[in-house]
Nanobody, 127 residues
Framework: QLHLVESGGGLVQAGGSVRLACTAS????????MAWFRRGPGNEREFVAA??????????SLSTDVRDRFSISRDNAKNEVYLQIANLQPKDAAVYSC??????????????????WGPGAQVIVSS
């Protein structure tokens, strides 16, 4: 079992930035593609970004808005994956969850492909 816990959410002013972290434990972190998903109020869960174990591939949502303001990274020595969000906007308010997919190549943007999930970190954006 890979245990995931997010941190870094909270109330952030519009235009500000936030860095979410997800700490993994229990299994070999580098066996997993890591991703961030989010679910806004009344919305379905949506893919935000994924990163392969050696960080050679970072894939973002096709939304231009996400690609311009979001950045995923990981520190394998710390068993952590991060999501940096710049210029926060009210539409970014959501519960952000990290997820892990046990795979040897490639990545997925589909939530059913992910094996483990964190409980989520809420980001609230004040305007």
């Amino acid at each position: 079992q890979l245990h995931l816990v997010e941190s870094g959410g909270g109330l952030v002013q519009a235009g500000g930035s936030v860095r979410l972290a997800c700490t993994a434990s229990g299994r070999t972190f580098t066996d997993y593609v890591m991703a961030w998903f989010r679910r806004g109020p009344g919305n379905e869960r949506e893919f935000v970004a994924a990163i392969t174990p050696n960080s050679n591939i970072k894939h973002y949502s096709l939304s231009t808005d996400v690609r311009d303001r979001f950045s995923i990274s990981r520190d394998n020595a710390k068993n952590e994956v991060y999501l940096q969000i710049a210029n926060l906007q009210p539409k970014d308010a959501a519960v952000y969850s990290c997820a892990a997919d046990f795979r040897t190549e490639g990545y997925s943007i589909y939530s059913p492909d992910y094996d483990y999930w964190g409980p989520g970190a809420q980001v609230i954006v004040s305007s």
